[in-house]
């Protein structure tokens, strides 16, 4: 059974942690130092656990009054493919409406564009790189 939850105490954080670096330091070769941002300090944190296993990450940032983002999206390579990025993506939304945003921005890996369409989302920008990475800016109405 998975579950997706806002990050509560340490442990939580910590183990948010080790899979966005897992997935984004060590897969897909992005500094630490990008990875990790002042960014985080502020934002909300979402993990997901496979009973009591995490197997996936997410942040929520506030960026507007209306308006939040999207980023740090990660499933752990041997949970990929089981529909769980559209399982955190749904519960971050709904965290979203519950503070009253009405609109999501996300910057998503060119490839993960036809995951987020799928979801409603649409892109906004031309292609532009990101810590070495092609990138495409999207957003939904919520």
């Known amino acids: 059974m998975y579950k997706v939850k806002i990050v509560e105490t340490q442990q939580e954080y910590d183990e948010a942690f080790a899979?966005?670096?897992?997935?984004?330091?060590e897969e897909?070769?992005?500094?630490?130092?990008?990875?990790?941002?002042?960014e985080d300090a502020t934002a909300t944190h979402f993990?997901?656990?496979?009973?009591?296993?995490?197997?996936?990450a997410a942040r929520?940032?506030?960026?507007?009054?209306?308006?939040?983002?999207?980023?740090?999206?990660?499933?752990?390579?041997?949970?990929r493919g089981k529909k769980l990025g559209a399982l955190m993506m749904q519960e971050m939304e709904k965290?979203?409406?519950?503070?009253?945003?009405?609109?999501?921005?996300?910057?998503?890996?060119?490839?993960?564009?036809?995951?987020?369409?799928?979801l409603g989302y649409i892109v906004t920008s031309p292609e532009f790189m990101d810590a070495?990475?092609?990138?495409?800016?999207?957003e939904k109405k919520i």
Request: glycine share 4%; charged share 25%; net charge positive.
């Open 95 to 118: 965290h979203a409406i519950s503070i009253h945003k009405q609109l999501l921005k996300l910057h998503a890996q060119s490839y993960a564009v036809p995951f987020y369409e799928k």
């Open 132 to 138: 070495g990475i092609p990138h495409r800016a999207m």
């Open 60 to 79: 929520l940032r506030s960026i507007e009054e209306t308006v939040a983002k999207i980023e740090r999206v990660c499933i752990l390579q041997d949970q």
């Open 19 to 25: 899979i966005r670096k897992k997935v984004f330091v």
């Open 47 to 56: 993990i997901m656990y496979e009973d009591n296993q995490p197997v996936g």
């Open 28 to 38: 897909q070769g992005v500094p630490l130092h990008l990875e990790c941002d002042a």
